[in-house]
């Protein structure tokens, strides 16, 4: 018995780390079967780069901040009801849990980081907290990428009947996970050791809040990509751009890779979505490059300062 359970933990373990390289693998010869892959430094070497292209560098940088400005607004009201912290040590703990998502599949160890800026008793609310935020922020991804999935769907399946039939099971999914969002009765199933944990869980108001922030989030790093995509030289209609963009995160957030694991992945997974509407795959991987390193490298780096820092003052 033992020899099985073994095994097929070891099944599970590498089972998932194989899925990103099969996902891949799949998608590089689906792109080269339907000859959807085009590769061109054209946009590179053949456009006139005069310091005024780079103004679309700005709202994206700007942006990245305001991102993590509505994380951390979220941060602040999901722990209010046990811990008062402000702005700024909210953003330096969005920061640093950013850091510590560095090797866990789809960022999910940034509570660690976050935790860390809270009183040591308060840290296991605060995790609950945590997966409070990230739940709202991964819903969003679902209704946006249903509503992605309704206007593009026939692009990936070109079965309208099995179009439909996902499209009814994505809208059933949605109202599924909201309940269970919004619900207080879901935490019926929370072990009576654990409950007190969950005695300080967000009120529905503000369940309704961190998800308009979470909207409002994603928003922001949709036009980050669009930006991107501008200051590469295509000019492109945002509504269709957004609607591809709602397919990849959708996508993306169903892949279990690591921080650094995403480079390739995530990329493959944007070359894909957009295969049917920019034929250079070089450009789209660019701006999915661009935007890991403003919205997650230079975050991480500088939230791994506010870690050590935080970790050396309490002394741990």
């Known amino acids: 018995m ?30 080269f079967r339907r000859d959807k892959i085009g590769m061109s430094f054209d ?15 700005l709202p994206v940088i700007g942006l990245m901040f305001l991102n993590w400005a509505f994380e951390a607004f979220k941060w602040q009201m999901l ?12 953003f330096r703990s969005i920061w640093s849990g950013v850091s510590t998502a560095l090797s866990t599949p789809n960022r999910m160890g940034d509570f660690i980081g976050k935790i860390v800026h809270l009183p040591e008793y308060h840290r296991k609310k605060g995790m609950v907290s945590s997966f409070y935020g990230s739940y709202s922020q991964w819903l969003i991804t679902l209704v946006m990428g249903w509503i992605g999935w309704l206007y593009f769907g026939d692009q990936i399946i070109g079965n309208s009947t099995l179009k439909f039939g996902l499209s009814i099971i994505g809208i059933v999914l949605i109202l599924f ?19 007190h944990y969950f005695a300080d869980t967000p009120d ?29 030289g ?15 995160y959708l996508l993306t957030s169903f892949v279990p890779v690591t921080f650094w694991g995403e480079i390739g992945i995530k990329e493959s997974i944007a070359v894909w979505v957009f295969s049917g509407l920019i034929y250079n795959s070089l450009i789209i991987i660019a701006v999915t490059l661009l935007l890991w390193l403003i919205n997650l490298v230079i975050p991480a780096i500088a939230g791994n300062y506010f870690l050590l820092k935080t970790v050396s003052a309490k002394g741990e």
């Open 43 to 57: 946009f590179l070497m053949g456009q006139n780069w005069e310091p005024a292209r780079f103004l679309w560098l």
């Open 79 to 90: 722990v209010k009801p046990f811990y008062k912290i402000g702005f700024s040590k909210a």
């Open 177 to 195: 996970f909201s309940y269970l969002f919004l619900s207080t009765g879901s935490l019926k199933i929370v072990p009576q050791k654990w409950k």
């Open 234 to 248: 295509l000019e492109l209609g945002y509504t269709t751009v957004f609607l591809k963009i709602t397919l990849f």
């Open 2 to 31: 033992h020899s099985i359970l073994k095994f097929k933990n070891l099944a599970i373990k590498y089972g998932l780390k194989a899925l990103p390289l099969i996902i891949l693998g799949g998608i590089v010869f689906d792109l």
């Open 204 to 232: 529905k108001r503000t369940k309704i809040t961190i998800v308009l922030l979470s909207f409002l989030r994603y928003l922001a790093f949709a036009t980050q990509f669009y930006l991107l995509i501008r200051f590469l």
